[in-house]
């Protein structure tokens, strides 16, 4: 009987697939699979060499805003500029003697620059930089720089790209990578900057208004920096902005849940609540079984098995507005799930609990889930490669900066953020198997960050000191926060339905884009008329407030005889 699915297996055939991108992997799944990573990783520099040419944002099945160090946007007119950066912030943690500053690179575009106008200064995040230049030449730094008479920079944050204040990425060399040093490096870019051919202007916060605009981690940042030095930031938008930090964020899965298609979500839930009932029996005939049916014979740990089924979802996130710039990945997937199945499979499961009452067409849409993990997931290890070395998640090993795109974000989510993506407690539908738990995510924390002589890792992340500074309640005047219905991230934001609910002013905007998922506002088209009419509004909205904060800095100089009103207004 099992034999029969062995069979089925044996006649379908792997298909190459493009569907999973190396970034992918790093930040919306559960655990990080390394060596499928770098598998990953050498076969899109392979590809990228092979159409060097035919590079561009339109690749069919991108996942938005990727960036890696090989994939630069060749096409872009802006050139980097390089910032000479304090290596430390913090004095209780000083930079090496004889190396007090690094260079950290930045680009702008003053095309659009009238006297007196402010400077909208874009926090790349936990990312290559170059992946956000897009926003320059057509997303949210060019709508606003154009509808004020602004100035777009896109700043590289430290540890990411090619901004680094050290030369190997060892547990002690991350000791000065913090959420506030971060943020204290854009301060210090702010006030001391002086951009190449505006020399003659005066940019220094006190004279100049500094706008702040970042997506996700980056939007979290740019609301504590609103927060904590407002006296830099004169406005911020704060898009996706996850203020408040989770350890066991399990809430992920939830938007997939109630924003994707019904039919699909009822299908995996019950598909996964089927898997884990064949694991939990432990017999290692039907564990072998089960694994060589979805084409992963050789995965040895039953979690890191179940681990890789989840890798199609982090692709909810990549969704975009913008075909061009979005992933179809989860859409096809989808699809996939549902189509009516040919194979007809005679297997008699009923001693399994839980099994769903019609087993036949149960097990129908389970042979497409199954053959969908083999063709695009368990095919993308390459021939001749174990499977524990593809999908394992035992080692995290590697010191060079090269390792950065991984291990930076893993390090800062380590020490301070958390987001331990996994299954959602008992009693709630599950569409990832229950034993992906918050420690199992979190492994790599102690795997890949051992202690040093001047740095370790805690032994949970320490989120209060992300949380300490205002969490779902984070709020400050001319602080906006955007976020999108169906974002898999916004039950860390303050549209969280933990939040208190919050109206929507020009001083406090809180905008929802119905259905958008992740700063769905970054992107846009230089024919803004094309854009989606959700889209043109919340563009609409932000260069309203972004006009009405405006207005207050020209309005600043009458209110310099009256104190108690100024004070107010900051
Ligand atoms: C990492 O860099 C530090 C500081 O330059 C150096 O002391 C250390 O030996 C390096 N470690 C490795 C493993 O390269
Ligand atoms: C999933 O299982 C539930 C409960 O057995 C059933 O009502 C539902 O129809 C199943 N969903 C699908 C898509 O088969
Ligand atoms: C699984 O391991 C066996 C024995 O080493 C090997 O023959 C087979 O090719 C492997 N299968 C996969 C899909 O890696
Ligand atoms: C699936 O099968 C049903 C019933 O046989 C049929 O009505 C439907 O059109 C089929 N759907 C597709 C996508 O082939
Ligand atoms: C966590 O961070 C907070 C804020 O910085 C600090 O007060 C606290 O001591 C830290 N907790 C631990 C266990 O280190």
Avoid at 222 to 234: D, F, M, Q, S, V
Avoid at 290 to 314: C, E, I, Q, R, W
Avoid at 408 to 420: D, K, R
Avoid at 467 to 474: A, K
């Amino acid at each position: 009987m099992l034999i029969h699915l062995l069979a089925l297996l044996a006649a379908t055939t792997a298909v190459q697939s493009q569907s999973l991108a190396s970034e992918s992997l790093v930040k919306d799944v559960p655990a990080l699979p390394l060596g499928l990573y770098r598998h990953l990783q050498s076969a899109e520099a392979a590809q990228r060499r092979a159409d060097e040419s035919e590079y561009a944002i339109s690749a069919p099945d991108q996942i938005p805003f990727l960036s890696n160090p090989l994939q630069k946007p060749s096409s872009s007119r802006f050139r980097p500029h390089l910032f000479d950066q304090l290596v430390s912030h913090d004095p209780d943690v000083p930079a090496p003697s004889g190396s007090p500053t690094f260079q950290q690179r930045y680009w702008f575009d003053a095309s659009h620059y009238r006297k007196g106008g402010p400077v909208y200064l874009l926090d790349a995040g936990e990312t290559d930089a170059t992946g956000r230049l897009l926003f320059l030449e057509s997303g949210i730094l060019k709508i606003l720089s154009e509808a004020t008479g602004g100035i777009g920079i896109v700043f590289e944050h430290r540890y990411y790209g090619e901004s680094f204040p050290v030369k190997n990425l060892t547990t002690d060399s991350y000791r000065f990578l913090t959420t506030l040093q971060s943020i204290q490096d854009s301060n210090y870019f702010a006030e001391n900057v002086v951009l190449p051919g505006l020399e003659d202007v005066d940019l220094h916060p006190k004279k100049t208004p500094w706008i702040r605009y970042g997506g996700s981690y980056a939007g979290a940042t740019t609301a504590l920096a609103r927060k904590l030095y407002p006296e830099i930031w004169w406005g911020g938008l704060a898009s996706s902005a996850v203020t408040t930090a989770i350890v066991d964020f399990w809430e992920y899965y939830v938007p997939i849940q109630e924003h994707a298609p019904k039919e699909c979500i009822s299908q995996l839930e019950n598909h996964t609540a089927a898997i884990d009932s064949i694991l939990a029996v432990k017999n290692s005939f039907l564990t072998s079984s089960l694994k060589s049916y979805f084409g992963l014979p050789n995965v040895t740990s039953d979690v890191d098995f179940a681990n890789a089924l989840t890798l199609p979802l982090g692709s909810w996130q990549a969704r975009n507005w913008d075909p061009k710039v979005g992933s179809k990945t989860f859409h096809r997937f989808c699809e996939a799930l549902t189509a009516n199945s040919t194979s007809s499979l005679d297997l008699d499961l009923d001693f399994l609990p839980k099994w769903p009452s019609n087993p036949r067409k149960q097990l129908a849409a389970f042979s497409n889930y199954a053959t969908y993990v083999k063709e695009h997931i368990a095919s993308r290890c390459p021939e001749g490669v174990a499977q524990d070395d593809c999908f394992g998640t035992d080692l995290y090993e590697g010191d060079g900066i090269e390792e950065a795109p991984w291990k930076s974000w893993a390090y800062q989510f380590c020490t301070e953020w958390g987001y331990f993506i996994g299954a959602a407690p008992k009693g709630h539908p599950t569409i990832v198997s229950r034993l992906i738990t918050a420690d199992y995510t979190g492994q790599i924390c102690t795997k890949a960050f051992p202690p040093g002589e001047l740095n370790a890792v805690p032994a949970t992340p320490n989120v209060t000191k992300i949380n300490q500074y205002g969490s779902f309640d984070l709020s400050h005047p001319r602080l906006a926060f955007i976020d999108g219905s169906a974002d898999p991230w916004i039950g860390a934001t303050p549209h969280s339905p933990q939040a208190r609910k919050r109206k929507d002013t020009l001083r406090r905007p809180f905008k929802l884009i119905p259905e958008g998922v992740h700063h769905w506002d970054e992107n846009g088209l230089l024919d803004r008329s094309s854009e989606p009419e959700a889209i043109q509004a919340i563009h609409r909205d932000e260069v309203e407030f972004v006009q009405a904060w405006l207005k207050e800095w020209r309005g600043r100089g009458k209110w310099k005889m009256d104190p108690s009103r100024w004070r107010k207004d900051v």
